[in-house]
């Protein structure tokens, strides 16, 4: 039972696996997998490394009131976290990477864990922003109806998170003690070892906060989504030509924001299901076969799984770490 998210994923991803592809061509699909060009590959690699610069410049910006750190140590921590969403269920990479960066840097886990969370919110503001374009501007291929609906109900989950995590954000960073009166409250009946940890937690995360109070620091980090998500609309428009495609601009952003909707759906690590689901289905309104439009997402998924997940292996030897003595730390910390 201790692992049970992680086998709900599997599950659903197999589901989807089946209901999506149940009667794919595997000849045609087999077939376009040889044909295609991978020398395209090569700029896209770049493009996903550039990409993770970027965040961790952005990273930066949200960290500096608490610390100002290297570009090297946020760059490492970065691919460690994105590797372990590759690895390990329910992005338990996000935890690592405010686990990597309190360790390396020695700042408050905590705090790093509110600026982890704040990157986020701005990721997930930026493709709901995407997404406000597209439905109001960006004329859908016909037969578009359910992706259509697909994509609001994913808009509405994700506003949802967003407010919810932005509610949560407010709360500790202006109601603080009333938030640790909560916390008291919860925590106190189990042991006041429990609820000192819980009011230092809060309060560290709270410092974590602090960049929110500097107005050129909140534009820079959202100027940085725009070029990191901008990117890899065009990495899609790259992956497209592999294939011998030439995606339109409205494509290759239909494309993006069903990947970031998918991976909000439970399926394994790395999204293995959705991911490729959500790719074939999003070419297919544009008239494209459903044997290449997965062949695609196949070898799109591949060259943004692997390059990152060997680099965040060889950057967590750096640090002379596995993620089973990681996970073993955090379960003694919380005394378990």
């Known amino acids: 039972m201790r692992h049970w998210k992680a086998w709900l994923g599997f599950a659903f991803s197999v ?5 999506a592809f149940r009667k794919i061509d595997l000849r045609q699909l087999l077939e376009n997998l040889q044909k295609a060009n991978y020398l395209y590959l090569i700029p896209i690699v770049v493009i996903i490394f550039l990409s993770m610069a970027l965040r961790a410049v952005r990273w930066g910006y949200l960290l500096r009131p ?9 760059f490492e921590s970065m691919i460690i976290s994105f590797m372990a969403n590759n690895v390990l269920p329910v992005r338990l990479g996000d935890f ?52 259509k609906k697909g994509l609001m109900l994913g808009g509405y989950i994700t506003m949802a998170i967003c407010g919810f995590a932005f509610a949560i954000l407010v709360i500790i960073k202006t109601r603080t003690r009333w938030f640790l009166k909560i916390v008291l409250f919860f925590t106190r009946p189990f042991s006041s070892k429990l ?41 899609i428009y790259l992956i497209g030509l592999a294939f011998g495609l030439k995606l339109s601009l409205a494509a290759s952003v239909m494309v993006l924001l069903a990947i970031c909707l998918a991976m909000m759906i439970p399926s394994t690590p790395g999204t293995i299901g959705p991911y490729h689901a959500a790719v074939a289905y999003a070419l297919v309104l544009y008239n494209i076969p459903l044997e290449k439009a997965l062949s695609l997402a196949i070898v799109f998924h591949a060259v943004n799984y692997i390059p990152i997940t060997l680099a965040g292996f060889l950057y967590l030897g750096r640090h002379h770490l596995t993620l089973s003595k990681i996970q073993e730390a955090e379960e003694k910390a919380a005394g378990k």
Do not use: C
């Not at 940890?197 to 959202?222: C, D, H, K, P, Y």
């Open 15 to 19: 589901v989807i696996v089946y209901l």
């Open 66 to 74: 608490i610390k100002k750190i290297g570009f090297h140590s946020l």
């Open 96 to 147: 690592l990477r405010a686990y990597i960066i309190g360790r390396s840097e020695r700042i408050g886990k905590s705090a790093s864990f509110a600026t982890v969370v704040l990157e986020r919110l701005f990721d997930g503001l930026t493709v709901l922003g995407l997404l406000a374009v597209v439905l109001a501007f960006v004329e859908l291929p016909p037969g578009n109806i359910p992706f």
């Open 195 to 235: 609820a000192t940890r819980g009011i230092s937690s809060v309060q560290s995360f709270r410092n974590g906060l602090l960049s929110v109070e500097n107005t050129a620091t909140m534009i820079i980090a959202f100027l940085y989504s725009l070029v990191i998500w901008a990117i890899f609309a065009y990495s």
